[in-house]
């Protein structure tokens, strides 16, 4: 099946589902979908997004533009993922215990709106690695309208460069408390933190980074090809003295890259 034929497939079944409220974050996958929506519901697409320290104030502001410009109704709630029982805790089912937090508050919405179903951006390249997050979703009855149409990361870039959307080419982005180690505590200061540094990191040009934190260490993910950039010495103090002001003890550059799911690597058969 070609990447034609999969949106097709896409778009038959927003049909299908004859209303929609599509959890949206401005990331790639979530807006691809949402203007999906839009344009085959129109009215009855809605797009809900949760404001949270999980998420940085960039993404909520590019959420909101997105929704003006394409005049898709947009409703906003206020998420304190901290008030989640286990959340702060950072046990390697985190993902799982806010995204069913985060989507029965989505839910609630959903139906107080008249809204049938609730949708959400995951395309089948999420399928690889640990994602506790997918079992929520399941248990929920919530759509993953991208994965059923067999959609992948490149096809949603393609699709959403064709169709003009200000994604087609933006960093991929993962919920903040993806940055911090398992069984260390997740708070809204470390959060602050790693949202100051990996905001540095992209103003200096970068274009993916991940910093993860370790206590008060941070390891630094660039893509392989910046990873001599960032070495160069004016650009090594920079960060090494910035990163230090934001609270950070020690400051260290992954050889490895850039990869999804890095702190997953660690867990053994028996967490996943």
């Not at 949270?52 to 206020?78: N, Y």
């Not at 759509?143 to 992948?152: D, E, M, T, V």
């Not at 997740?186 to 370790?214: C, D």
Request: glycine share 8%.
């Amino acid at each position: 099946m070609d990447v034609y034929e999969k949106y097709e497939k896409l778009k038959n079944y927003i049909n299908e589902l004859g209303s929609v409220a599509v959890a949206f974050s401005s990331g790639v996958d979530s807006t691809f979908l949402l203007k999906t929506a839009h344009d085959v519901l129109g009215d009855k697409a809605v797009a809900v997004t949760a404001v949270s320290r999980l998420f940085p104030a960039d993404e909520r502001d590019e959420a909101r533009a997105f929704c003006k410009s394409e005049g898709i109704r947009h409703i906003v709630f206020d998420f304190d993922a901290m008030a989640v029982e286990g959340f702060a805790q950072n046990p390697p089912d985190r993902c799982y215990i806010c995204k069913k937090a985060i989507f029965g508050n989505i839910l609630k919405i959903a139906e107080e709106n008249g809204i049938s179903f609730t949708a959400e951006g995951t395309n089948i390249d999420d399928e690889g690695d640990y994602r506790p997050g997918l079992g929520a979703i399941s248990e929920l009855g919530i759509k993953s309208p991208l994965r059923y149409a067999g959609l992948n990361k490149a096809d949603i870039r393609r699709l959403s460069a064709e169709l003009g959307l200000p994604t087609a080419n933006k960093p991929s982005f993962a919920c903040l408390a993806s940055r911090f180690v398992y069984g260390e505590d997740i708070t809204n200061e470390r959060l602050s933190m790693v949202e100051r540094a990996e905001k540095l990191l992209f103003s200096m040009g970068f274009g993916q980074a991940r910093v993860r934190m370790h206590g008060r260490m941070a390891r630094i993910e660039l893509l392989p090809e910046d990873i001599e950039k960032a070495v160069l010495p004016e650009n090594r103090q920079k960060i090494a003295d910035e990163l230090e002001k934001y609270g950070f003890t020690y400051v260290s550059l992954d050889l490895k890259g850039y990869r999804t799911g890095s702190m997953n690597e660690v867990l053994g058969g028996k967490d996943l």
